[in-house]
């Protein structure tokens, strides 16, 4: 019988644990940057990140990122990438683009785990990356566990 119970307690302690952390920190954020990134130099500039400054629920989030490109065969946007510092998994989205896409714009809604920085980069076809970013207040999180 005890080995039965012992199996029961260690089953539930394996499923109440969490199995990755409920935030990650700006240095991790840093290091999802430094993997798109590399070794290149980044700008600032060129990007017009929507992001309001308080947010009621972290589980809905409105933004919005337009990147200034003629987006012509020789000058466009590559990707966009959006990364929250604050979230269990920073790169939150990855946007794609080529000349015919004619516009290097996208809204989505995200989810945010906590009050956090935001930030945006964008590639261009030339290698080139700029960057911004926007800080939020969340009031209520999202991506959490309630254990």
Known sequence: MSSRRLFISSMTAICLSPWHRAHASPSDAQQVISKIIGNQSVKTGRIYFELPPLVENGNLVSVKCVVQSPMTANDYVKVIHMIAEGNPLPNVVSCYFTPLSGKAEFSTRIRLADS????????????????????????????????
């Open 116 to 147: 956090q920085r935001v930030w945006v980069l964008a590639q261009m076809s030339n290698g080139d990356f700029w960057r911004t970013s926007a800080d939020t207040v969340v009031t209520l999180s999202a991506c959490t566990e309630m254990i």
